[in-house]
């Protein structure tokens, strides 16, 4: 295998399947795209506990394998499209990233365009991968056009807007919410590296003061914002319930699957206090 800017030769692609417990062979197709989509998405969470406690968030491939893939931990976006860039590549897809602007809870259009996803080229069409979207992301990649639609118990779809920009929309019970604006202008690896330095040490950055939990499941999709712990059922609006201090150091294990190490449940007591009561 050739050197590839996403790294797949360096992939661990058999430990990454066993993370994620995908047993089907794994080819270039729309079928593995799927289930490697939706199993990676049901096991590991959208997380960002080391840039609120302070910590370095590097995002070389054995870096992240380690944290994610070996200690069972999830990431940030950007530590998570690292990841499945390169088992992509080692598989034999055709892709390119691209960043976009988060819509979701704050409702704006010209925000900085931190969230980073994949586009993938197949079979003559183009499909959104977005493993890591840190509030209520896709469960299966949506093809990648005007009027897209992925329709069962969560359904989404794609708008075009006059200025040319994509927006993928979450049709929850109360209606349509849209969750980010994107163009498919390509992102390489050292854009990455410029846009970790933005989340993890800007004043406005939203990932660096409180905890961002994310996690889709079957049946639930959970958030949690601070204390804030936010669970949305098919069909059902959102249910709110804020968490004692207990219940929050408890809730990145019991409900978003991560395995913490004890000086990671200490270090997050000293932040628990300050968690605000934010709701979605």
């Known amino acids: 295998m050739t050197d590839s800017m996403w790294q797949g030769q ?13 047993q089907a062979d794994v080819a270039p197709d729309l079928a593995t795209l799927r289930g490697l989509h939706a199993a990676h998405v049901e096991t590991i969470a959208f997380e960002n506990i080391d840039a609120v406690l302070g910590r370095a968030v590097p995002l070389d491939l054995d870096s992240v ?39 979701i809870r704050t409702g704006n259009r010209t925000g900085p365009a931190v969230h980073v996803a994949l586009c993938v080229e197949l079979d003559g069409e183009r499909w959104l991968f977005d493993v890591s979207f840190g509030g209520y992301g896709l469960h299966e990649p949506i093809r990648l056009a005007e009027g897209a ?18 927006v993928l929309r979450f049709l929850r019970a109360e209606g349509p919410s849209e969750l980010y604006g994107f163009t498919t202008d390509p992102r390489y690896p050292a854009d990455f590296e ?29 958030v949690l914002i601070g204390n804030m712990l936010t669970e949305i059922r098919p069909g059902e609006p959102a249910a709110h319930r804020e968490l ?15 395995t913490l190490e004890a000086d990671d449940v200490q270090a997050l007591q000293t932040v628990a206090g300050s968690a605000g009561t934010n709701r979605n």
């Open 244 to 258: 004692d201090e207990s219940e929050t150091l408890s809730a990145p294990e019991k409900i978003f699957g991560l």
């Open 65 to 103: 394998q380690d944290k994610i893939v070996r200690r069972g931990r999830g990431g940030l976006c950007l530590e998570q499209v690292v990841l499945v860039a390169a088992v992509l590549d080692r598989i034999g897809f055709t892709f390119s990233a691209f960043a976009a602007r988060s819509r």
């Open 194 to 222: 410029v846009l970790n330095h933005y989340c993890l040490t800007h004043a406005r950055s939203p990932f660096n003061h409180r905890v961002i939990l994310q996690r889709t499941e079957p049946d639930v999709r959970s």
């Open 10 to 22: 360096g992939v661990d692609l058999d430990a990454y399947l066993t993370r994620v417990g995908y």
């Open 149 to 166: 639609r992925l329709a069962g118990d969560w359904a989404f779809d794609l708008v075009r807007e006059p200025n040319g920009e994509h």
